[in-house]
């Protein structure tokens, strides 16, 4: 299914992440002073740049900027998902958490709680993608994100993988599925969702790409070497465990038409082996919610931080 490549202003990105904030203040999170707070008062720095075209403020800091507009997009999507009220008591201590953390998951230790924030905000952002997609989440208590399709209880657990090490993939899975026993025992089906994008991109590297087709071409062969590289793993499935939903998430240097810094994800659902008649219809239907989320994200996501800021930004419309 394809990912979505956002464009915009950084004045359209302020006042996204500006709506976002306020949600996020208003369900107790403590904005100011978190890494959130950072990334307002960096958006703060570009808009105010471009408005003045004088860019010398932003000299040496493109790493933070770059690390500012991938996080706000997170974030942003998060809120325009979920920020009507209907789920704020199910996801309240996930709202206040996504705000703790290191400004960039670069400063994560694996060892401690510093991992939580962007755990929690992966898990909101799989429900992100079925309220995009015109479903609803549902927030049981045996599953990160809950979900129907075709009359099955879905059951999704999230796990944000940190080594591309084959290993280290199956204990992310393996455990995984301890978590969804619960949920199996009350007749649910198990999906288990992997973001590979810190694995993938440990040091926040920002790839240099012609286009908006090499980008997605980019990503799907990750997707896809993902897949095929850990088909043991899927065949090795518990009994009702029936998919694997991957992520990959990053900003890239997309150099034609012009230099400018894209914010881009990419999902894949893939079907366990041993998936039964009922259980792929259940899959599929998911994966047609998955589709319809991608399909209108270029509508519903017009932001975006062009030109990068190393470039000229005398012109910062797309």
């Known amino acids: 299914m394809p990912g979505y490549f956002a464009s915009g202003t950084f004045a359209q ?3 996204a992440l500006n709506a976002a904030v306020g949600w996020l203040e208003a ?3 403590n904005v100011q002073h978190s890494r959130v707070g950072r990334y307002v008062a960096s958006i703060r720095d570009l808009v ?6 004088n860019f010398s403020p932003l000299e040496g800091r493109n790493p933070e900027m770059a690390t500012t507009l991938y996080e706000a997009h997170e974030i942003v999507s998060i809120h325009r998902a ?3 009220g209907e789920f704020d008591a199910a996801i309240a201590d996930r709202i206040r958490r996504i705000s703790d953390g290191p400004i960039s998951y670069t400063a994560e230790k694996a060892t401690s709680s510093s991992n939580a924030a ?7 952002l799989v429900a992100e993608r079925l309220v995009s997609g015109g479903s609803k989440p549902l927030f049981p208590h045996y599953a990160d994100v809950g979900a129907l399709a075709s009359n099955m209880q879905l059951a999704i657990q999230c796990k944000r993988v940190w080594s591309s090490d084959e290993q280290a993939i ?3 899975f393996r455990n995984a599925e301890k978590d969804l026993k619960p949920a199996k025992k009350v007749g649910a089906r198990g999906i288990v969702a992997l973001d590979i994008s810190r694995a993938l991109n440990p040091d926040f590297t920002i790839p240099r790409l012609a286009d908006q087709a090499a980008i997605r071409d980019a990503l799907v062969g990750v997707l896809e070497d993902f897949i095929d590289d850990n088909a043991q793993m899927l065949r090795d499935a518990k009994a009702k465990t029936i998919g694997l939903l991957t992520r990959v ?4 240097e997309q150099v034609e038409p012009r230099s400018s810094y894209m914010y881009c994800q990419q999902y894949a659902l893939t079907p366990v082996p041993s998936v039964s008649a009922s259980e792929r219809q259940a899959l599929d239907e998911f994966g047609v919610v998955l589709q319809a989320a991608a399909s ?3 509508d519903r996501f017009t932001l975006m931080s062009n030109p990068a800021p190393s470039a000229s930004m005398s012109d910062p419309e797309t």
């Open 13 to 15: 990105l302020q006042e």
């Open 27 to 29: 369900c107790g999170a």
């Open 48 to 53: 105010n740049a471009v408005s003045a075209q």
């Open 82 to 84: 979920l920020g009507g």
């Open 118 to 124: 962007r755990n929690f905000a992966f898990e909101l």
């Open 170 to 172: 199956g204990r992310n």
């Open 249 to 252: 998430s990053m900003m890239v």
């Open 296 to 298: 209108g994200d270029r």
